[in-house]
């Protein structure tokens, strides 16, 4: 029963970590607070699209972790669809060279948002068993 109620707090954390992103979506003007970035000048359009859009899969992953936490049959590919996501953006973060603070930031928050969710995953396999 603990293992449950364990595993449900932890995708709900992970998942509204990958959800509170998605409000870029509907509001732009927040991309600088976001991301520490202006997006002014000749790309600026093109660049708040891509963060948009980003914004909407990035809710898309947290709407499907939430959904996991309540249904175990969606445990595993929320789980592994929020893992791919969060582990490719901290490869690409960490392989890049004179990132700003806030993506940084970012990418902190992701890495202990990664290691909750290998708890969670950890204790779905041990359920599993």
Do not use: E, Q
Request: hydrophobic residues 60%; proline residues 4%; charged residues 10%.
């Amino acid at each position: 029963m603990w293992i449950d109620r364990l595993t449900t707090a932890l995708l709900v954390i992970v998942g509204a970590v990958n959800l509170l992103p998605s409000f870029v979506a509907l509001a732009p003007s927040r991309i600088t607070t976001a991301y520490g970035i202006t997006v002014d000048g000749a790309d600026a359009a093109d660049l708040t699209v891509l963060l948009r859009h980003r914004a909407v899969l990035l809710g898309l992953v947290g709407i499907g972790l939430l959904c996991a936490a309540f249904i175990p049959s969606l445990r595993v590919p929320a789980m592994v669809a929020g893992a791919v996501s969060m582990g490719t953006f901290l490869l690409f973060a960490y392989a890049t060279p004179g990132l700003n603070s806030a993506t940084m930031r970012v990418a902190r928050i992701d890495i202990a948002a990664l290691a909750l969710l290998a708890v969670a995953a950890v204790l779905v396999w041990r359920k599993a068993r």
